[in-house]
């Protein structure tokens, strides 16, 4: 079954709290996204990664950080400087080699914060 | 430079009606142009994309019409159906190494 798995898909946090969402794929993409959605502000984008042991920021990336160790893994920490973490947390990749910029998106992870 | 601006934000059609989703942007350099469509509780998958050498594209009931000079390009949904009601997010970006910039949604209700 290829493809992008997220995981929790629903995760409740308490404020003050780091929760660590993980985005795994086996689709051998090299570049992987993290977009937060809340409803009427679209898609925006948190950090990104081109390659292995590199990532940028993208527009909103205070309070979040990320790692990229392994091509198949991209985790996302949403740490308690991030203001208002409650939103949807979707991951996606790019296949660079295919030339088009097609993003290929998980199914999400919804993070409330209590 | 690098917005995309999407309306309306929220739309209600009824069955076999047409869908207009608008979708304006400002950096000239973009020269791809896709729409996803997102589903409850899913992640945006892939509907439709054009390049502005061509001024529409169609493909089954969904069609893209580009005007280059206005920097506008919408979504159009004939025959709409209750099947297609879910949130669309228009999308504009260079091809060459440029991060895909999103508008804000339009959430579709099709009414039986």
């Known amino acids: 079954d290829g493809g992008i798995t997220q995981s929790p898909k629903y995760l409740f946090r308490k404020e003050g709290q780091n929760v660590t969402l993980s985005c795994e794929q086996n689709?051998?993409?090299?570049?992987m996204y993290w977009y937060r959605q809340d409803p009427g502000q679209g898609l925006r984008l948190i950090y990104y990664?081109?390659?292995?042991?590199?990532?940028q920021k993208g527009d909103i990336a205070e309070g979040y950080s990320v790692s990229r160790e392994k091509k198949e893994s991209f985790p996302l920490t949403v740490t308690s400087a991030q203001k208002n973490p409650t939103a949807f947390y979707l991951c996606a990749t790019w296949d660079r080699g295919a030339g088009a910029n097609v993003l290929t998106f998980g199914a999400g992870s919804r993070l409330t914060v209590l | 430079q690098q917005q995309v601006k999407q309306s309306p934000q929220s739309l209600i059609v009824q069955k076999g009606g047409i869908s207009i989703i608008n979708c304006a942007y400002e950096n000239t350099a973009f020269d791809y142009f896709p729409w996803y469509q997102q589903f409850p509780g899913k992640g945006p998958a892939l509907l439709i994309a054009i390049r502005p050498d061509v001024s529409e594209k169609k493909e089954g009931r969904f069609t893209i019409s580009f005007n280059k000079s206005a920097k506008q390009f919408s979504l159009h949904i004939m025959d709409s159906q209750p099947g297609d009601s879910a949130t669309y997010f228009c999308?504009?970006?260079?091809?060459?190494?440029?991060?895909?910039?999103f508008g804000q949604g339009t959430e579709l209700s099709v009414k039986p």
């Open positions: 689709l051998n993409h090299d570049a």
């Open positions: 999308a504009a970006s260079k091809t060459q190494g440029g991060k895909l910039i």
């Open positions: 990664s081109q390659i292995v042991n590199d990532f």
